[in-house]
């Protein structure tokens, strides 16, 4: 299983760019870097994807170096809805996939 | 089009009384789970069931049971309640097991044992 590794916690305020990054250094050839938002007293929301260099969606882009071991959730221009906390999952099938404690960040006005 | 329920949204039982969580999905979804979250902590998987008919243990399963009722319904059982029960429960479905497909998630089971 990928062990990952990512900041506690993070603080910005509402305009700035925010990049989060993961560390997952035994990633697996199959393996699959996603992204998950939690807001309180709600379940998981998907936000992005990937297996390698950059994909971008209408929330964040995900930039992921080629040798895979780490990668960035980038989200533009936050406002305070987005925060809450942001789960990095590396793993081929669901069930394996360990979410952590995730980073909480915090926006402020 | 609901997505992922879950019922109850709230429970508080004694220790040793029984529930049955329910979730049901309506997006046609092949895969189930349930997790459970404590306070300050990440989501752990309790069982999943990767297609219809069939169930299996995932990080934390004991004290649970589970019960792929059809392709729509997945629930979860206490038999005897403890309070270190006392979590979120959080209720997921996915098209396939396999990581491309993500995981939608239902609004949650605050359960409380005394």
């Known amino acids: 299983l990928a062990k990952t590794t990512q900041p506690i916690s993070m603080d910005s305020y509402e305009g700035q760019e925010v990049n989060i990054t993961c560390s997952h250094n035994?990633?697996?050839?199959?393996?699959?870097i996603t992204w998950y938002q939690q807001f309180p007293s709600q379940g998981p929301r998907f936000i992005i994807q990937g297996y390698k260099t950059k994909v971008t969606n209408e929330v964040a882009s995900l930039f992921i170096p080629a040798d895979r071991k780490s990668s960035t959730l980038s989200l533009p221009r936050v406002s305070l809805s987005d925060t809450a906390v942001y789960y990095c999952l590396v793993g081929t099938n669901t069930d394996k996939l360990i979410f952590g404690t995730g980073t909480r960040l915090q926006v402020f006005p | 089009n609901a997505g992922v329920t879950q019922t109850p949204k709230f429970q508080v039982l004694k220790t040793g009384q029984s529930m049955t969580l329910q979730c049901a999905q309506d997006?046609?979804?092949?895969?189930m789970y349930w997790y459970r979250q404590d306070p300050g902590m990440g989501l752990r998987l309790i069982y999943y069931s990767a297609s219809e008919g069939t169930t299996d243990k995932g990080e934390v399963p004991n004290g649970y049971n589970v019960s792929r009722l059809n392709k729509r319904e997945f629930s979860l059982r206490l038999e005897s309640a403890a309070p270190s029960q006392t979590s979120v429960y959080f209720c997921?479905?996915?098209?396939?097991?396999?990581?491309?497909?993500?995981?939608?998630f239902g609004p949650g089971t605050r359960l409380t044992v005394t």
């Open positions: 035994n990633i697996a050839t199959n393996d699959y």
């Open positions: 997006m046609n979804h092949n895969s």
């Open positions: 997921a479905s996915s098209l396939a097991r396999q990581v491309p497909y993500e995981q939608y």
